[in-house]
């Protein structure tokens, strides 16, 4: 699913009537969900055991109560008096969550249980939590580019039809994710100077040489090279962002 919201305030954050839209979307894809919910046996999925290590790693990353992101959502809305932000953010985090839980169902069918820790994703919560609203959105923009990029070669490196099934429809709901971030973070953006675009392009860099370090076993059944999946990754956050 995709959405593309037009008409934003480019000096007072994205208009509230737009993102009323963005509600509309996520109430509408979490029906989506519930069919594609009775479509999957995930008794019988199989994960490729070559992918495995790095999807627990991925499932871990998907679970957040989003506690700090709520606080600066609510803080946002009310400076923009736009409260269906807030209600859009709390409908993106379940959404996450969804991912979480599936994937460790798809793991549980293997046999595997998923992590509760690991030191990457201890160290991204950490910088999401010393953030304002416009890094964590600008964290949340290089988190959702980044898991295009992995679960497109996911789907790609499966070779069980539901596994593919699986991560298509997960990779659909990061496509909308990337958008609705985009678009908030643009307007907010607008009139401000440039040195908050090259911190966001620096930090975006650097992790997408973290994930590659992490995942390029996985990540080379798409991209051939690390220089292949960081002109991916740096094109995505720069058509969001223009």
Request: with cysteine; net charge positive.
């Amino acid at each position: 699913m995709t959405a593309t919201i037009h008409g934003t305030d480019q000096h007072s954050g994205a208009n509230a009537n737009d993102t009323k839209h963005w509600t509309r979307a996520f109430s509408q894809n979490t029906k989506r969900w519930q069919q594609f919910a009775q479509e999957i046996d995930f008794s019988t999925l199989r994960l490729d055991a070559h992918l495995v290590d790095s999807i627990k790693v991925f499932q871990l990353g998907e679970c957040s109560e989003g506690r700090t992101l709520k606080a600066l959502a609510a803080s946002y809305a009310q400076r923009h008096d736009n409260p269906d932000y807030l209600l859009a953010i709390q409908q993106f985090i379940k959404e996450e969550q969804r991912h979480a839980y599936y994937m460790a169902e798809a793991l549980r069918a293997n046999d595997v249980e998923p992590i509760a820790k690991q030191w990457s994703d201890g160290l991204f919560r950490k910088v999401r939590q010393l953030c304002g609203w416009e890094m964590m959105i600008s964290v949340l923009l290089t988190a959702e580019v980044i898991a295009i990029a992995y679960y497109s070669t996911l789907a790609k490196a499966s070779s069980d039809p539901q596994a593919k099934r699986l991560f298509e429809r997960i990779l659909q709901d990061e496509a909308t994710h990337l958008q609705f971030h985009g678009e908030h973070l643009r307007c907010d953006r607008a009139s401000k100077t440039s040195i908050r675009r090259r911190l966001h392009r620096l930090f975006h860099w650097l992790v997408i040489a973290l994930v590659w370090v992490e995942h390029r076993q996985v990540l080379t059944y798409q991209f051939s090279s690390f220089s292949q999946f960081f002109k991916r990754c740096d094109a995505l956050l720069l058509t969001t962002l223009t």
